[in-house]
């Protein structure tokens, strides 16, 4: 198998799906369906006696299914978590800054020093690479990944419109390389460690 655009974009499929967060079903208003309920017909004599009211549990489920709200591919996304895991820290830590489903702010500070090594700012004044880093702290605290809202970056810097796109815009082009390049290289060693491990069982 050869990891081409297409494999890419499968990859990218299976993990945003191995770390979305399932949730219980919900009933037609909002609310969370109950496994057991309370019939609440009239209680009825019987010989002086109080019929008992009688919990049972609803139909929550076809006959077959599971009870439990989760994924089909369940067992395959305990597999890729797993791979995940076994990643290095910046490779782990972006799959799942990038596809997970509320990620924890505490990635960031790995993520953006991973992008800023890789930035060309040696010849750059001190000054600039503050503000390039403002940039990229603004872009991935807002997930902004492939694109992004430049008034965003220039008010975050606390530049005109007219100093930002005269001294900063190319350097967010470098940054969306940089954040492109950091997934291509994240999902090449998903895809190796992944297919690697199916393999070998």
């Not at 505490?106 to 503050?130: F, G, S, W, Y």
């Not at 940054?175 to 090449?188: G, R, V």
Request: net charge positive.
């Amino acid at each position: 198998m050869t990891f081409d655009e297409r494999q890419q974009e499968n990859d990218r499929i299976l993990i945003t799906s191995a770390l979305a967060h399932y949730q219980p079903a919900k009933t037609s208003d909002g609310s969370e369906r109950a496994i057991f309920s309370i019939d609440n017909h009239p209680t009825k004599r019987k010989h002086r006696r109080i019929t008992p009211q009688t919990m049972h549990a609803t139909s929550t489920r076809n006959k077959g299914v599971s009870r439990l709200n989760c994924s089909e591919d369940v067992f395959e996304h305990l597999k890729v978590q797993r791979t995940i895991k076994a990643l290095s820290p910046i490779v782990a830590s972006w799959l799942v800054y990038r596809y997970g489903e509320n990620p924890p702010q505490t990635l960031l500070p790995l993520l953006i020093e991973a992008v800023m090594d890789q930035l060309p700012l040696t010849k750059c004044r001190k000054k600039t690479q503050q503000n390039v880093r403002l940039m990229l702290t603004e872009r991935l605290s807002r997930r902004e990944f492939d694109d992004c809202l430049q008034r965003h970056l220039f008010e975050s810097m606390g530049v005109s419109e007219q100093a930002y796109y005269a001294s900063y815009a190319k350097h967010n082009t470098n940054i969306t390389k940089q954040i492109q390049a950091l997934d291509q290289q994240s999902l090449l060693a998903f895809f190796q460690c992944h297919n690697d491990s199916s393999e070998s069982k």
